[in-house]
Nanobody, 115 residues
Framework: QVQFVESGGGLAQPGGSLRLSCTSP????????MGWYRQAPGKRELVATI??????RYGESVKDRFIISRDNAKNTVYLQMDSLKPEDTAVYYC??????????WGQGAQVTVSS
């Protein structure tokens, strides 16, 4: 069992910003693709991923608004969310994937965008 420490999330107004962070064990962080997925009622989608080398990939709905980054010294991946929309409301899950066999998930963080 892999333990992630997720933080951030909460309530934001449309057009506002939030930041999520996820800290993982070093042996996972240094070799796995880290990322974020989100789950809204009836819908689960990729938000963003980042490889150990720093290559990033984004879901179409968040491109140009969200930025994923990693701090290798802190074993932490961040998701900066700007220009938030009500449709960004979801539970956001930190994810670690070795792209072969293993996938691990964080406990989730609620993000609500509402005026």
């Amino acid at each position: 069992q892999v333990q992630f420490v997720e933080s951030g999330g909460g309530l934001a107004q449309p057009g506002g910003s939030l930041r999520l962070s996820c800290t993982s064990p070093e042996n996972i962080f240094s070799t796995y693709v880290m990322g974020w997925y989100r789950q809204a009622p009836g819908k689960r989608e990729l938000v963003a991923t980042i490889t150990p080398e720093g290559r990033t990939r984004y879901g179409e709905s968040v491109k140009d608004r969200f930025i994923i980054s990693r701090d290798n010294a802190k074993n932490t991946v961040y998701l900066q969310m700007d220009s938030l929309k009500p449709e960004d409301t979801a539970v956001y899950y930190c994810n670690a994937n070795d792209e072969v066999t293993y996938v691990f998930w964080g406990q989730g963080a609620q993000v609500t965008v509402s005026s």
